[in-house]
């Protein structure tokens, strides 16, 4: 995070306005703490969604599911209502109060997370994992929004490193506190509640995790300051039809990034989210072993890979109009032979090593994308235009990935223990696609860029 940053405002009428919670003229402090907090925000929404991959073995063992109905509770029951929730609440922080959409949907989902340790079988998971999955869907394209009118442009890669940083750290942490607990929790007996069921030891794990959200959600709604809009706004803001109309009037930066975000999603969310079951079921490592490892390794390889990124992005911006986009062009075609490789390894150790470089090339594009997105775009149009491309990445991706991952090991390999040449299979398809849609952003993105500063759009 933003070390010398802490909350609140210098003192005067600046003070004032952020005290009271209402858009208005920025401080340096106020700034960089609201992208410090939006990370807090990333990081719980990513440890409440990405614990359930976690427990995809103890799931399946105590409530005798199939991978193809764990990869729904992985994929469908989260995606499908994200993409309900997105376009709803992306619109209400576009015309309105952006924090209070963050914290509002903050303290939902942390209850829904919680709440997951009552379930006691599919469907109980499934209307948990729906209620985080359309709620969750308004944190990411407000947050976004707000950093762009917070930051200026020549810094806003580092920004959204910051602000990535959180996604990134509560993935990894959501495995390691995750592995943490179960091997702190692994000597509790099952709980019989008379008249309702039993909770799990790993159950509990829901309880933990969810219950923090609560607090932060009422602290990010007393002391974020909402930052004042920047470039020209629409009295009313924009319809969700005038957003799409807009895409398709740029649709030659639009289209081709449509098909590399669908397939990035695919394998950010459909590939990962079968990890833990591929390093068990390949190398024999049980939950608690890979979630602590893979969440140390991650967070370390991520973190480094997303400020790397950013300062690369900073500095060729310098000289390249396109800067941010062919970051996001570098690190998804760098690392495809690692990634490929990275299942067949011989050892859990070089396997786990291999995908942890090739996470530290990938991550390099996050900040770049985040900030190409958010400078191309009108100011009241963003929130809604970030919500479609995170709803192709985690509703349609997100639900498709773990779904056709699940089914071509049930139904082409025949075999749990070949998930690892599904991984491989899906890989050599699905990299290489990505880089080609990617380069035929570039050219347009840079047009679109230099006419947006033309237009004293972006300062």
Known sequence: MHAEIKAGDDA????????????????????????????????????????????????????????????????FAFTFFYAIGGPVLSSMADRGVRKTVIAGCLAVWSLATALSGLAQGFWGFFASRAVVGATEAGCGPASMSMIADAIPKEKLPRAYAIYTSGFLGGTALSLFFGGLLLNVLADVPPIQLAGYGTIHNWQLVFFMLGAPGLLIALIFLLTVQEPQRKGVTKAGGYSLRDVIGYMSTERRLHFPLVGALLLMGFQTHGLNAWMPAFYERTYGWGPATVGMLMGVISLVASTLGLFAGARLAESLGHRRDDANMFVLFLAQTLPIPLLIAAPLMPTPQLALGMASVGSFLTVMGGAGFNTAINLSTPNQMRSQIVALYFILQNAVAGSLGPTLVALATDFVAHSEADLRYVIVGFRIIVCPLTTIFLWYTLKPYAELYRRRIQEGAID
């Open 12 to 75: 005067g009428e600046a003070g004032d306005v952020a005290r009271a919670g209402l858009p208005g003229a920025m401080s340096h402090r106020a700034a960089w703490y609201t992208v410090d907090m939006t990370a807090i925000v990333g990081v719980m929404s990513q440890i409440d969604r990405g614990v359930l991959s976690l427990f995809v073995q103890p799931i399946k063992r105590d409530y005798h599911l199939t991978d193809t109905q764990v990869s729904f509770l992985l994929g």
